[in-house]
């Protein structure tokens, strides 16, 4: 069992990397990558994303003497919580910040703040044990 799981997390690596080649192909040669328009250039770099996201979670299952972050195991034990800010942090910067004329820079300061600020609160939130639960 345990050969078949690092084969899985090997297999989409690989395909991760295989998506992406496809993607930067796409991008250069066909049509840029457009969120708005969900053309298939943004569908190959969607997927290529979310299986190297995969591939690196399945295979550090494998690295000796890993386990699990404590921000990681805040965020497992507080989901609705940090869906429901991240809705709200979004919306925030939507409403404060012309999104479609920013610069890179911006942009990459947005995202900083923006995770920086949903980890600290949603870390803070499990160090004082609160839940936000309907079950």
Not at 17 to 27: A, E, H, N, R, Y
Not at 40 to 57: E, F, G, K, R, S
Not at 99 to 116: E, H
Request: with cysteine; hydrophobic share 55%.
């Amino acid at each position: 069992m345990l050969r078949s799981n690092r084969w899985a997390g090997i297999r989409a690596l690989i395909l991760s990397i295989l998506f992406w080649i496809i993607t930067v192909l796409l991008d250069r040669h066909v049509e840029r990558v457009s969120r708005r328009m969900c053309n298939l250039t943004y569908v190959t770099m969607v997927l290529a994303l979310n299986l190297q996201v995969l591939a690196i979670l399945m295979l550090s299952d494998y690295i000796p003497g890993s386990k699990t972050s404590v921000l990681e195991e805040a965020f497992n034990r507080n989901l609705l919580g940090a869906f429901l800010l991240a809705n709200v942090l979004t919306g925030l910067v939507n409403l404060s910040v012309d999104t479609l004329s920013a610069s890179s820079v911006t942009a990459l300061f947005v995202l900083v703040v923006y995770a920086s600020t949903l980890s600290t609160v949603v870390g803070i939130a499990d160090f004082c044990g609160i839940r936000l639960k309907f079950w």
